[in-house]
């Protein structure tokens, strides 16, 4: 069964403060693992895409990795505004869906 | 460029009453359309999915169901509304075709309230 988990549940950063979010996956095969950010009350928003072990992906403060059974959201020197939930998603090679994660709740405290 | 509507925002409705939530897509042809629960503090769940018009599979059994009249319009119904039925609907859509690996974009969503 395709499966996804985020570690931590919730993270409480003071500014500046580096730090990773996990997200581990159990899929019968890869297609796609996809990170997003959600604001409260919002739909989540595409961050990054990765398709292969090895793979990096930058933008900001952000880097996202990959490795053949989980992923590493980095956040280096945050700033309050990167206050949300960053979700994970797995796109099995089999299908069109898209497996989610419960997400990382992130506070970035200034 | 692309946008997706999703409406309404927010929504409460007695239990036992019936449900029509709608999603629209534009500045794409034949893209996947999904539709996705999150209840509090959990992650989203994948409902419904949908590859072309009339073509819809359903993830999870339950009281909900999916249509796609339109190649960019898809709307999630209910006959009868439980308390269990509350929660944030989010709509998706991701490029054509099978086996596609472009990622979701997602609405705006609808907070649903079942009293």
């Known amino acids: 069964e395709d499966q996804v988990t985020q570690s931590p549940e919730a993270l409480r950063l003071q500014e500046g403060e580096s730090s990773s979010l996990n997200c581990s996956y159990t899929v019968s095969g890869l297609r796609g693992l996809f990170w997003y950010r959600q604001d409260p009350g919002k739909g989540p928003e595409f961050l990054f895409t990765?398709?292969?072990a090895g793979e990096e992906k930058e933008k900001e403060r952000l880097k996202a990795t990959l490795t053949k059974k989980e992923s590493f959201l980095h956040i280096t020197a945050p700033k309050p505004e990167d206050s949300a939930t960053y979700l994970c998603a797995v796109q099995p090679i089999t299908g069109n869906q898209f497996y989610f994660g419960t997400g990382t709740s992130l506070t970035v405290i200034p | 460029s692309q946008t997706i509507h999703q409406w309404p925002a927010t929504l409460v409705q007695p239990v036992g009453s019936p449900l029509s939530l709608e999603c629209t897509v534009e500045g794409t042809s034949n893209p996947n359309l999904y539709w996705y629960r999150q209840a509090a503090g959990r992650g989203l769940q994948l409902l419904f999915y949908s590859v072309g018009i009339g073509q819809i599979s359903s993830e999870v059994p339950q009281n909900l169901s999916a249509s796609r009249p339109q190649d960019r319009q898809f709307i999630l119904s209910s006959k009868k509304l439980l308390l269990s039925d509350s929660g944030f609907y989010l709509c998706?859509?991701?490029?054509?075709?099978?086996?596609?690996?472009?990622?979701?974009?997602f609405g705006n969503g609808t907070r649903l309230t079942v009293t």
């Open positions: 990765l398709y292969s």
């Open positions: 998706a859509w991701s490029g054509p075709g099978q086996g596609n690996n472009s990622p979701l974009h």
